[in-house]
């Protein structure tokens, strides 16, 4: 497997990250596909060759193996470390689809843009990231407790029993360097659990922001249409004032002295 073509398949999703995906992007590269590539590998290089049980009996050596070890830790590891990536290929699927769009646009709107920036995390692309970050963590979460339910745990004891066929009776196993490999897929777990957490993590920045966004653009969707009302009843009040009838203050005096001379003669 060519792992550099893995670190730049991750790598180009890195710029459409935050902060707290950039930090899991560099766990994922140091303490795993570094770890996994120069130690891992060759501490489970022998597992099989040094895998060594008391009996002569033909291939009870073979099917005790099977039995411990149902599915390698390096094989299981691989396989984690190639799933996790799948949601990183969605984002950078949607972001060059957005791109390819934005180009048809272009040529057929006479250089307008349809997004001004096609990584920006919003509208759809924002569901895409957020069910990436969902997918890492549970696939992380998932092969954590198959690694778990296989191997009843994450230690790895010294002495095995096993007694299937065609062993004679119950035969002692032993597996080569089970300190060493326990260090190992303790730390594989550990780094395994600290992604899971940081994706979290990230999850709940993402969906806080988004609701901060929300919530500025609610309170400024209102200042603006009580402004606008403001100003609209403005607008009303000067056309009432307009449409007024004016009274000229000397009309109305002479008004006044005409009737009360009426009324003096009248008496």
């Known amino acids: 497997m060519n792992w550099g073509d893995l670190e ?7 710029k459409y990250s935050t902060a707290f995906g950039r930090v899991w992007l560099s766990m994922v590269f140091i303490f795993r596909v570094l770890v996994f590539v120069v130690a891992a590998q060759r501490v489970w290089g022998d597992e099989h060759k040094d895998f060594v049980c008391n009996t002569a009996q033909p291939g009870c050596t073979s099917v005790c193996y ?3 070890f149902p599915i390698s830790h390096i094989r299981l590891w691989a396989l984690q470390l190639i799933f ?6 969605m984002v950078i699927s949607h972001v060059k689809y957005r791109e390819k769009k934005d180009l048809q646009y272009i040529a057929s709107h006479q250089g307008k843009h349809l997004y001004a920036n096609p990584g ?3 509208g759809g692309l924002w569901w895409t990231y957020l069910a990436s970050l ?3 963590a549970g696939i992380d979460a998932g092969f954590l407790y198959i690694l778990y339910y296989i191997y009843k745990g994450y230690d790895l004891p010294r002495l095995s029993k096993c007694s299937l066929e065609p062993c004679p009776n119950t035969v002692d196993c032993y597996i080569s360097r089970p300190t060493e490999k326990k260090i190992f897929t303790l730390f594989m777990v550990v780094s395994s659990a600290i992604c899971i957490f940081m994706c979290i993590c990230e999850m709940i920045y993402f969906i806080c922001k988004r609701i901060k966004k929300l919530i500025i653009a609610k309170i400024e969707y209102r200042s603006r249409t009580s402004i606008r009302g403001d100003q609209t009843a403005s607008i009303q009040n000067l056309n009432n004032i307009k449409t007024e009838p004016f009274i000229n203050p000397i009309d109305y005096t002479l008004f006044t002295n005409i009737s009360k001379d009426i009324t003096h003669k009248s008496t």
């Open 120 to 122: 920006k995390k919003n």
């Open 134 to 136: 969902v997918f890492k």
């Open 8 to 14: 730049t398949l991750i790598s180009g999703v890195n």
């Open 66 to 68: 099977d039995h411990i």
């Open 84 to 89: 996790i990536t799948c949601p990183s290929l």
